[in-house]
């Protein structure tokens, strides 16, 4: 609590608003394709068709005819919905629930394209894992040649990348690592050298990996993998989703936050970037750079490495190419506390694109001057729990208890900074494939955990140490699995839907009174500067 405590005037100073509505101006089709699909900015919508996939994993025993192939395909495998098409992705999603088989494949990981021999028309694509990806199309066969033309040409257009970047770039990845090391067993990979996988690789990941039964985790994503392929081709269904839930082996959670999140097609595609913004600016000096060299020796000191110059340099590289790459932002506390968090788990390229998601597009307006987006963000907090815990909301009117000074911190830091360390990162799991609902449901939960003892408080100091003692509570891992069932189970009803439709009714108030708090800033500025000369 006391490194945000910088944050409390500015919450005490936003948050009496009324409520009002905002027009919002509506995304194009294009800008509603890369944000769903989490695409990188430089793609674009081509070509969409319905059709059904299946796939045949490496080690299918082939009849030698391919058509035969394809026509014994157990239905139960075969899922209906669309496909789409951008310069540098295949994308598709079921139409049953959008959950059961959902992809977005780069297209320099297509190997070979053939039409298979039979009477309707179907692709099939061999990827470079051995996986083929077998498309039959829906409809009139015009759509479904223009989008084949289409792919043919994209194919053609990615062979560089195909031939000179992904070569590179897979090494990078874990999931290739232990499918080489463990799977197939052969020599592709150096395989005494494992990709960076974060600090946590050499001063320990947070926890105990006997109560996180971290071999078990392994074993279940390796299986995964060799089911529904890997890193750049992977397949996510309703087992990915559950996977997810029950946690992610350590030295592979990097990889998956990135591929949940989208960074990790922006990485792929901007190869060298990171390293670049570095060089670029090495000798380049900002006010936001001096506000991070303050906050480096506070970022989780709890944290072994961070007390050591590797930590401390590689936190620093990450935070100063994010406020070149987006001088606008440039640097705000609590970045700090987030990177931090990701540099355990990922390297330093990783971490930087991962940042920039974060930053960017999950949580845009927290970490900026005003911050306004998670200001806006506690304003949509209070309206759910005086909606979905109306005993403890009434306590708090009653006692005028200012709850969103508390609950800032656990936003800004994505509860790093509250929930002990060793459990935190399994909320971030869920965070970046459920997005900012994620934050809600958790907060939701643990003002229901600990409501009992909240009830008893009868001002801020003693509604802030209730929560230190049940944040206390939580370092026995059987708590932390009460916290996660009553946050995604019991708040499930929190949805992504409902916490845009809250932003879009207290937007324009928040933004209101930003502005009026700059303006009131300005003023008193201009006034001083006057009376000084």
């Known amino acids: 609590m006391a490194f945000f405590s910088s944050f409390r005037e500015k919450a005490d100073s936003f948050l009496n608003s009324d409520t009002s509505t905002e027009h919002i101006i509506p995304k194009t089709r294009n800008e509603l394709f890369l944000e769903k699909y989490k695409l990188p900015g430089n793609e674009f919508y081509i070509n969409d068709c319905q059709c059904e996939v299946s796939f045949l994993p490496p080690h299918f025993k082939t009849t030698g005819h391919l058509s035969s192939d394809v026509e014994n395909i157990d239905p139960l495998n075969v899922f209906s919905g669309k496909i789409f098409l951008s310069p540098r992705f295949l994308i598709f999603e079921d ?36 996986v083929k990806l077998i498309i039959k199309f829906i409809g009139f066969s015009s759509k479904s040649n223009n989008f084949i033309v289409c792919l043919k040409k994209c194919l053609i257009e990615n062979i560089p990348v195909a031939k000179d970047i992904l070569p590179m770039f897979v090494k990078t990845c874990y999931s290739e690592y232990m499918y080489h090391k463990y799977i197939a067993k052969d020599d592709l990979l150096e395989l005494n050298s494992p990709p960076d996988t974060g600090l946590g690789a050499k001063f ?15 074993k279940l994503w390796l299986e995964y993998f060799e089911k529904h392929g890997r890193n750049l081709t992977l397949v996510k269904n309703h087992q990915y989703n559950k996977l997810i839930r029950v946690g992610i082996s350590n030295p592979l959670r990097g990889e998956i936050w990135e591929i949940s999140c989208g960074s990790f097609f922006k990485r792929f595609a901007n190869p060298g970037v990171y390293e670049k913004i570095l060089h670029t600016n090495r000798n380049g ?76 597009n999950y949580l845009v307006g927290y970490y900026s001057k005003s911050m306004y987006g998670t200001l806006l963000d506690q ?73 009992e003892d909240l009830l008893q408080a009868t001002d801020d100091a003693m509604f802030i140490s209730m929560l230190r003692t049940f944040f206390k509570s ?31 009714r207290f937007r324009q108030s928040i933004m209101e009174q930003t502005i009026k708090r700059h303006n009131k800033y300005n003023k008193v500025s201009d006034t001083s ?3 000084s000369t």
Not at 97 to 115: A, G, L, P, W, Y
Not at 209 to 217: A, C, D, S, Y
Not at 415 to 443: E, Y
Not at 445 to 450: C, G, N, P
Request: with cysteine; net charge negative; charged share 20%.
């Open 379 to 451: 304003k949509v907090f209070e309206s759910l729990l005086e909606e979905r815990i109306p005993v403890i909301w009434n306590h708090i009117v009653k006692y005028d208890i200012q709850i969103s000074v508390m609950t800032l911190s656990w936003f800004l830091s994505l509860f790093n900074t509250a929930i002990p360390l060793a459990f935190s990162f399994r909320i971030m799991d869920m965070f970046w494939v459920n997005g900012p609902k994620t934050l809600f449901q958790v907060a939701l939960a643990i003002i229901k955990l600990a409501g």
């Open 474 to 504: 939580l370092e026995d891992y059987s708590n932390f699995q009460q916290l996660m069932k009553v946050a995604f189970k019991e708040f499930s009803v929190i949805t992504t839907d409902m916490v845009e439709q809250r932003r879009s």
């Open 95 to 130: 139409s049953f629930d959008h959950q059961s088989c959902v992809f977005t494949i780069n297209i320099s990981t297509v190997r070979k394209m053939e039409r298979a021999n039979v009477s309707s028309l179907m692709l099939v694509l061999t990827l470079y894992t051995g």
């Open 529 to 531: 500067s006057t009376q």
């Open 285 to 360: 000096a900002s006010q936001a750079i001096e506000e991070i060299e303050k906050d480096l020796n506070r970022s989780l000191p709890e944290y072994s490495a961070y007390s050591t110059e590797e930590g401390i340099s590689r936190l620093r590289r990450v935070l100063t190419a994010y406020s070149w790459k987006n001088p606008e932002v440039g640097y705000c506390q609590a970045m700090n506390i987030v990177a931090a968090v990701l540099l355990i788990f990922m390297s330093e390229e990783q971490a930087f694109w991962c940042l920039s998601e974060i930053c960017d």
């Open 204 to 218: 320990g990941y947070p926890g105990d990996p006997l109560v996180t039964k971290e071999g078990v985790k392994v």
